[in-house]
Every structure is written in C-alpha cells, then in structure tokens.
C-alpha cells in the first residue's frame, strides 16, 4: 500500500505537505465528493431543524458556563463515578495519560485491548505507547480499522478514512483477510464485522474516548453509529475511557441539548445510531458490563487554553462539520495539517497544544470565509481565532522569521504615516508595476515569488489614484 510520510507521521512541513495532497490524485478524487455529502447533509440538517439556532445557542452557553466551573465539575464527577465503583485518574500531559493506561493494564496482565474510535487517544499516541509495551491494540470502528491497516493516520475528525478510495480500501481488507474479499462495500464491512467480533471476545481491555462526561451523574458517553464502542465497553473486564477535560457538561439534562446537535452537524442525522452511557463497573444484578471502570481526565495544554483569548477553542465538540465545508481543507485533506486535528478547528489548537512556532503557517491556512462557523453547532468563531493567532505571530518575538516580521512591521508603519505610504505606492508602480502586462502578475521577483507559486498577484495600477487626482485637478478647490 502506497503512502507517504506525512500521512503517517505528524510533521510540521505545512506547506510541502499541502502541495504533495494537492498533486495526490487519488486524494483529489477522496476529496471531490465531500461538498455534495457531509457538508450538503449538515446543511440540509440545520434546514429542516427550525429551533437549530436557539438549540446550538444553548449548547454554546452550556459550555461556556461549563468550562466556568470546570474545576467544581470535575469533582462532582469524580464524587459521582466514585461512589458506584469507578476509578478516576488526572494526566497532566499525554505522556502521563499513557503512563497511568499502560500501569493498569500491566498490573493486571492485559495484553490486548480493543478500541473505540477517540481523537483523544490519538492526541496523546496511546497506541505507539502501549505496542510499546507489548499490548496488542484493535481499532473497531471500521475507518479506523482501515486507518490503523493502512498505517495511516486519521485524516477526518469522524470519517478517518476518508482520503481512501474504494480499491485501497479492498486492498487493505483483503490483505488483512490473506484472501481476496468480493469487491462490494457490505461483502468487506462483513468481514470487518466477522474480524472484530473475534478480537471483542478476547479482548482483556476496552480503551475509549468520552463524547461527553456528565459531572452530576458521573457517567461517561459515547456517540457512535456502528455499535463498536457498546462492544469494546461491555465484553472486555476492564474498562478505560480517556477524556479531554473540557468534554465535562453540568447535568444529566443538558445531554439531549448536545445530541440534538452534534449527529445534525456530524453526519447530517437527528441521532447517531447509538448513544452509550457508561455509569460504572457491572452492578451485582447486571448481566453484562465491565467489571472495572476508569476514566483519565486529560489536560495537555487545555488548562492553559482555558485561561487565554482562545478558550472557546474548549466549546469543540469534535463534529467535523468545519472541515466538510473548508475550502482548505477540501482540497488537500486532513494529513497535510500536520497535528493530530486537521480543518479550520485544528488550525486553532494544533498551534495551542504543539506551539504557534512549529504550526506558523496553520492560522494562515484559511481564506477566512466563516463556513466554518456557520457549519458549527456551537458557534465556534473559528475565524476570529485565526486572526487572533496571525496577531500574536505578529507579535511575540521568534514566532515570525526575521524577514517577514521586518515586512509585516514596514507595511504596518506605512499604514499609520501617509508619508511613508506615498513613498512605498511610488516605489511600487515603479518596480512591481513595470511588470505588469496584463491585470494579474503571474511571477513575482526575489523573495515575494512564493506568493505566484499557486496563484496570481494583482498588478498595481498604472497609475497612482493619488496622481490621477492631482493630474485630473479632481481635488476639492482645483488643481493642487
Ligand atoms: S469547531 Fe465546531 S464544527 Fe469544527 S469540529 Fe469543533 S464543534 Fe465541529
């Protein structure tokens, strides 16, 4: 199976990368149908939902007053999990997230784990940790069974597999199956299916994410449509959800307010399949259920985000309704983003989690349209977020390279002084206007030719209008 580095390994060559998916044409061919699928469907939801206004407007209060009192919640959740059995963990950081999973299986001899679909566990590479322990791991929601063949990366917050095509996908199962598969969709899925019931049943552990973790009633919920996160929490005996903090919500009650959203803006339906919630280890009359329960509470950098400009960065529900609509993202997908999170969403906090300096071209990548807020169900105001964060590149020193930070400034100083300003409109119809021939220039010179590379520059006039209204005598008064 073909595949190139940067849609294995997270990397920071932003730019390389984006033009290696921009001259990928199976990726190309991935992308072509998106605008017609997830992003048609999620608009079409929000149509034909008359209150979707007010409901993602209660959603977005809900997470703000909730991450308000994020640390009240959590001990309410902690209390809550607590008293009908279930452990509670804090990682500070990725690192400490894998430690605290490796050490409980370890000391229970758990060497292999299903899994359900979670960004979080991603984020944090709980996979290469506990390979590295000698866990074997099994993803179980088919796109991230496909990925996890491919040794791809997720290149989609909900569809992982979304840059593959049909044939990749056949050949992947089929080596996986060591036979060819019938080339169908349900003739490969009932393998997967057939596949996975296997590894369900021998499983020692069940690792998951978390959509939501209510505070009040200490439960756990998981958002799926296949039915694999049921299975990977009620067949294996031990099971571990990791959560990023701000996945807490107050109330029980507030639940439906979010699943009402989060399906629409998904996938387009008024509810995802199955909607699990997990309360603790089997009771004594429960048949079926996991005779262990912990819940990790991830930090990683949220704490410090919650406390800056860009806390709503936290309100992120994990849709994938702002990737769908991305004119960015349609066209080169999700790897080339580098981090973990890809689209509008992950060029807000893949900067935040992993450092502006590494991600400096992340903010700029985005024509700032506002797709990707009209998509959100809670409002996110991606675009402002990204301006904010081109602001502080501007301004934090080392952020900016020397050379741009030098032009960035010199621009902004000509913009204040309309001395500097006549100076520089003068010089620039006189060297970059001297090019022109027609009204767009298609190479620029020396270090501005980056910016022709994929598109035109606009020709200065001819002409200053500041002279043509000199010449012309159009001032008020007359002719100066
Ligand atoms: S920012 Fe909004 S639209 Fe994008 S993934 Fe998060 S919740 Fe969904």
């Known amino acids: 199976m073909p595949g190139t580095d940067y849609t294995r390994q997270t990397h920071h060559e932003f ?7 921009l001259r990928d044409p199976k990726l190309q061919d991935s992308l072509t149908n ?55 963990h804090y990682a500070t950081d990725g690192a400490e997230a894998c430690r605290i999973v490796t050490e409980i299986l370890r000391s229970r001899g758990a060497k292999k784990v299903v899994k359900s679909k979670s960004m979080t566990t991603e984020e944090i590479h709980l996979n290469d940790a506990l390979e590295a322990d000698d866990v074997e791991v ?25 840059h593959l095509r049909m044939p990749e996908i056949h050949e992947l199962l089929s080596g996986d199956a060591r036979e060819t598969l019938p080339y169908t969709p349900e003739d490969m899925a009932a393998y997967a299916r057939r596949r996975l019931r296997a590894d369900f049943a021998t499983a020692d552990a069940g690792i998951t994410g978390g959509n939501f973790a209510i505070a009040e009633t200490g439960s756990i919920v998981l958002i799926s449509n296949e039915g694999n996160a049921r299975l990977t929490v009620s067949l294996p005996k031990i099971q571990i959800a990791i959560v990023g903090i701000e996945k807490v919500i107050p109330k029980f009650a507030d639940l439906p307010v979010f699943l009402k959203v989060l399906a629409r803006a998904a996938t387009g339906q008024k509810m995802s399949v199955y909607t699990s919630i997990i309360n603790g280890p089997r009771a004594a009359d429960e048949l079926d259920g996991p005779q262990e329960v912990h ?26 309704a702002c990737l769908n609509v991305c004119p960015i993202y349609r066209n080169i997908g999700g790897h080339a983003y580098g981090g973990i999170y890809a689209g509008p969403i992950g060029a807000v906090i893949t900067p935040l989690y992993d450092g502006l300096a590494a991600n400096h071209h992340l903010p700029h990548a985005s024509s700032l349209c506002g797709a990707c807020q009209a998509a959100c169900p809670v409002k996110i105001q991606i675009p402002e977020m990204l301006i904010r964060l081109r602001d502080k590149l ?26 500097l300003y006549r100076l520089f409109t ?37 002409e200053r209008f500041r002279d043509w209204w000199e010449r012309e005598g159009a001032a008020p008064g007359g002719k100066r």
């Open 34 to 88: 998106l605008g017609d699928t997830l992003a048609k469907r999620n608009r079409d939801a929000w149509a034909a939902f008359p209150q979707s206004d007010a409901v993602r407007e209660l959603a977005r209060q809900i997470k703000d007053d909730a991450l308000a009192h994020l640390d009240e919640h959590l001990q309410t959740f902690e209390a809550a999990l607590r008293a009908r059995g279930g452990e509670v």
């Open 295 to 320: 819940v990790v509470f991830l930090d990683n950098g949220r704490t410090r985000i919650l406390e800056g400009p860009l806390r709503e960065s936290l309100f992120c529900i994990r849709c994938g």
């Open 394 to 419: 501007h301004h934090e020193p080392g952020e900016l390279g020397w050379a741009e930070g030098k032009a960035y400034g010199l621009w902004a100083r000509s913009m204040r002084s309309p001395r």
């Open 426 to 462: 003068w010089l620039a119809t006189r060297t970059v206007g001297r090019l022109r021939k027609s009204r767009w220039l298609t190479k620029l010179p020396g270090a501005l030719h980056g910016w022709t590379k994929t598109r035109d520059f606009p020709s200065p006039a001819p």
């Open 15 to 21: 730019l390389t990368a984006a033009e290696e998916a």
């Open 138 to 162: 099994v993803e179980t929601d088919l796109g991230e069974f496909i990925v996890q063949l491919s040794k791809q990366r997720p290149s989609h917050l909900v569809a992982p597999a979304l």
